[in-house]
């Protein structure tokens, strides 16, 4: 079964109207979390890598007063739209990973991904 | 970011055949490998990893790594339909925060009856 849960898995709303994203590490802390973004027919772009208990950190080109990151526990981190525009809509994934020296030998697990739309 | 290379496709085989996905990466501080499986509005799933030079066989799945060359492929034997997918390649950087992965644009497959 899924070892992360993302939530809401679709979700649209109006421009001007902020959006929070859920993702949970079901059976396993997760000092580290992370989101990307992907539009269609492109990759998965990094945003940003959430820390438990400090600021996320964010990759270059990426508005952290737009995107804002919370990872308040050890299996929650939020990523929260604030003031969604048209251009926000995408494909928002979260992963985790249950730690290790590599994730060759501890693998990224992928929540199912949230589709958000901005009308 | 580091950049990570694929033929974004489309890879069109019959069934049956044998798929050939490549990525090539750009620098040479990468130390793994990440072959994804991503359906349409789905999230990726972890095919194959690799991280040494060589040939790395999991059932129909092959994944090849080429350090020198910069260059890791997946090889699909006997491809099926519902192998049809956008394949993502990622990497991970030595040293990097466990986890943090860098990928490709993705190499779009389809499979024909």
């Known amino acids: 079964g899924a070892v992360v849960s993302q939530h809401p898995s679709r979700v649209i709303c109006k421009s001007g109207t902020s959006v929070k994203i859920e993702c949970r590490s079901l059976?396993?802390?997760?000092?580290?979390m992370f989101w990307y973004r992907q539009f269609p027919k492109q990759s998965l772009m990094l945003m940003a890598t959430s820390n438990e208990g400090s600021k996320a950190t964010y990759e270059q080109g990426v508005e952290k007063d737009k995107f804002l990151i919370n990872h308040a526990s050890l299996t929650l981190s939020t990523l929260t739209v604030t003031s969604a525009h048209p251009e926000d809509s995408s494909f928002y994934i979260c992963s985790a990973t249950r730690g290790g020296t590599s994730s060759y030998n501890s693998p990224l697990h992928f929540g199912n991904g949230t589709r958000l739309t901005v009308t | 970011q580091k950049e990570v290379e694929q033929n974004s496709g489309p890879l069109s085989v019959p069934e049956g055949a044998i798929a050939s996905l490549n990525c090539t990466y750009s620098?040479?501080?990468?130390?793994?490998f990440f072959w994804y499986r991503q359906y349409s509005g789905k999230s990726p799933e972890l095919i194959m990893s690799i991280y040494s030079n060589g040939d790395k066989e999991d059932g129909r799945f092959t994944a090849q790594l080429n350090k020198a060359s910069q260059y890791v492929s997946l090889l699909i034997r006997d491809s099926q339909p519902s192998d049809s997918a956008t394949y993502l390649c990622a990497v991970e950087e030595r040293g990097s925060t466990l986890g943090r992965l860098y990928f490709g644009r993705g190499t779009q497959l389809t499979v024909w009856p």
């Open positions: 059976d396993f802390q997760a000092t580290t």
């Open positions: 620098d040479r501080v990468s130390q793994s």
